[in-house]
Each structure stands twice: as structure tokens, then as C-alpha cells.
């Protein structure tokens, strides 16, 4: 390279940097206008007393779809959706952070399905069960938990459903989380490693991974993907499995991405609060409903379901379980496309409901978002 031509791309160099710089600047200003905006409404809705008070999921559902509809790269959908999430989870923490319960402990699935949300500026509260994380907000303790419903691979989680038919909290959200599950620890080269704890279930999504690059290392089950993160950070010789949370909490490096064998895993969350929510546009509606006698069989739940097929309405999950009212009753939980209080849901449940021995709507929430 001639000394002409370094000098011209050094120039060029030099031009961009300063293109950049002028571009960060127009950036962080914007961000400035958008938060002093958020702290005007915040003046217009007056006193309302906590953060809750003026955090509105299905606004925020319109916002990040609109994000998804503009953006035309180069960065992909799920990094412009992850930017907009923490621009406006700061500019809420500017009253005050919500406080969002989940199940623990920290360095789980459930601690990265909050901040996938809600974003970082909250204050992320690790609860021992579910049950707690239910107890927890219908208390006043937290504004929002954030509890596992289903996996694609395990199915349902019965403890959660099973809350919804003594609690009074509603569905506020969902989240989906692929399932990402890495090899992490504080040795430099995977000859080091001795044994690899972590929960039974990452185990058993990394077991074809394991075999084929660490056949004779030590398995060993813990608790909590968590559990085996602080162990991989207390044991000399010890790796773990697990998301990349647990890495940032226990300081440990990652050594190797996504080491799980179906990378079509992932995981759908609820975010359960006080509340009901107003229509975002594009929203899911759940039911718990019931007839006087489920001894019926196909035929009883033929008639229970008749109310949402003659409008036309689409169930995407039903689930059963015991009513525990007597043996051998069943309750129903359906989920349906649509919002509980906009045609023609309203109609289909107004049907329903009379039908019905049992019949309470869960949630009316904004469908999940990226």
C-alpha cells in the first residue's frame, strides 16, 4: 500500500468515526427528549403513588410491534426489540422500578424471561416457589412475577395452573424464551473440566452434545441451573450448564454457545399481576371454565366449546386439570385468540359463561412480542 492510498483510507476511517460520533449524539439526545417526555405524562396522570401505576403493558405491546414493522436491518428484529425495551424500561425506572417477582434463584430461565420483558431497569425479585411468587404480588410486595406455563418439549406446568384456581391475580403478558443452554466456567480449556453440574432437564437437552465432546466427564443433577452455576464457581474442576444469566451472577466465563441439541426448545412464561389490561390489538384471552358435571366426557366438552366455534373463534390451547372440589372433576384452561372485551370474543364468552358451572377469564393480555 502506497503512502497515498493509507493516508486516503485513514481519512475515510476518520470520516466514519465522526459520522458515528455525530449520530451517537443525535441518539443519546433523543433518548434524553423521550424520558423528559415519559416524566411529563408522568405529571399529567398525576400522583398515582408507585411505578405499576403508570406501566401499561398493552401501550407497550403497540410500541414493540411498531418497532418490528419499521425496522429494515441491517440489525435483526430481536436486537432492535431488546434496544426499545431497555430505552423503555429506564425512562419508567425514572418514577420509580417496578418490582417483578420470579421463580429463583438467581441465574435461572425465569430471571431471563423478566429482563427480556421488562427490560434491566427493574427490580428483579427471586421467590422460592410459585406459589410464593402468586402470594407475593397479591400481597403488594411486587407489582409483576414471572412464572413458567409451558415447554415445548415438557409440557405444562401444572403448579401454575393449579394457582389460577385460588388466586385472584390475572394474566398481564407472556413471553416465549428459546431455550439457550451453555457451557460455562472458570477453567481455560475443556480438558479441565472434571464434572458439569446443572439441572436434570438441561442435562437432558445437552445429552447428545455431551457425548460426542465430553463423553467421559461426571453428570451431575442439581436443584437449579443456578445451583450448579455457584457450585462451577466455588469447585475447582467443576463446569455447569445453563442460560447466560447465570454466568453474568456467578462470574464465569462461557466457553461454549448453545451446546443444546434441539435448538427449536423454548419455554413460555406468564406474567401475572392485579389487573386486567384494556386491548393492545393483537391480544390473547385465557379462561378457566367448568360444567356442572365433566363426567360427561367428549360430548360435555363439545357443548363447552360450542359457543367459540359458532363465532368464529380460535382456541389455540386447552389444558384440563382436577377441580379439587370432588374426585374425577375437571376444570378447563383455554387460551383464545382475541380480546375478552372486543368481538367477537365478548359474545362467544357471554355464551359461554351462562353454559358454564364455572367461568372466570384469567387474563386478556397482549400476544407475546419477539
Known amino acids: 500500500m502506497t503512502g497515498k492510498s493509507k493516508d486516503l483510507k485513514d481519512l475515510d476511517l476518520a470520516a466514519i468515526r ?91 430461565f425465569t430471571q431471563t424471561a423478566v429482563f427480556k420483558h421488562f427490560g434491566h431497569s427493574v427490580r428483579a425479585l427471586p421467590f422460592h416457589t410459585i406459589d410464593e411468587c402468586f402470594q407475593e404480588v397479591e400481597c403488594g410486595a411486587a407489582d409483576f412475577a414471572v412464572v413458567p406455563i409451558e415447554n415445548s418439549t415438557e409440557g405444562s406446568v401444572n403448579n401454575t395452573l393449579d394457582m389460577f384456581l385460588t388466586s385472584p391475580l390475572k394474566i398481564a403478558g407472556e413471553i416465549e424464551l428459546k431455550i439457550e443452554q451453555h457451557l460455562m466456567g472458570k477453567m481455560t480449556g475443556l480438558e479441565n473440566i472434571q464434572r458439569i453440574c446443572a439441572h436434570e432437564q438441561s442435562l437432558a437437552q445437552c445429552r447428545g ?9 461426571e453428570l451431575i ?17 467443576t463446569a455447569a450448564i445453563g442460560p447466560g444469566v447465570a454466568a453474568d451472577v456467578y462470574e464465569l466465563k462461557i466457553m461454549v454457545n448453545n451446546v443444546e441439541d434441539r435448538p427449536d426448545n423454548a419455554t413460555r412464561f406468564l406474567v401475572v399481576g392485579r389487573n386486567l389490561l384494556a386491548a393492545s390489538g393483537l391480544d390473547k384471552t385465557t379462561i378457566l371454565v367448568s360444567t356442572s358435571d365433566t363426567a ?69 393480555y397482549p400476544k407475546a412480542v419477539g
Open 18 to 108: 465522526k459520522r458515528i460520533n455525530e449520530v451517537d449524539e443525535r441518539i443519546q439526545a433523543l433518548i434524553s427528549e423521550r424520558a423528559t417526555i415519559a416524566q411529563q405524562v408522568g405529571v399529567a396522570k398525576g400522583e398515582l403513588g408507585s411505578a405499576v401505576d403508570y406501566y401499561r403493558p398493552e401501550r407497550e405491546a403497540e410500541v414493540l410491534r411498531g418497532v418490528l414493522e419499521r425496522n429494515a436491518g441491517p440489525m435483526r428484529d430481536a436486537e432492535m426489540l431488546r434496544l426499545f425495551r431497555e430505552i423503555m424500561s429506564a425512562c419508567l425506572a425514572q418514577q420509580e422500578p417496578l418490582k417483578v417477582g420470579f421463580l429463583g434463584p438467581e441465574g435461572t
Open 209 to 217: 452434545w455431551l457425548r460426542e465432546h465430553l463423553p467421559h466427564v
Open 221 to 237: 443433577g442439581m436443584s437449579s441451573n443456578a445451583a450448579g452455576a455457584r457450585r462451577a464457581r466455588d469447585e475447582e474442576g
Open 296 to 364: 360427561g366426557g367428549a360430548g360435555v366438552l363439545h357443548n363447552l366449546l360450542q359457543p367459540l366455534a359458532e363465532h368464529g373463534v380460535s382456541m389455540t390451547r386447552i389444558e384440563s386439570r382436577p377441580s379439587r372440589r370432588k374426585n374425577w372433576d375437571y376444570v378447563f384452561f383455554i387460551d383464545i385468540e382475541g380480546h375478552a372485551e372486543e368481538s367477537p370474543v365478548r359474545e362467544a364468552l357471554e355464551k359461554l359463561e351462562r353454559t358454564s358451572s364455572l367461568f372466570r377469564v384469567l387474563g386478556a
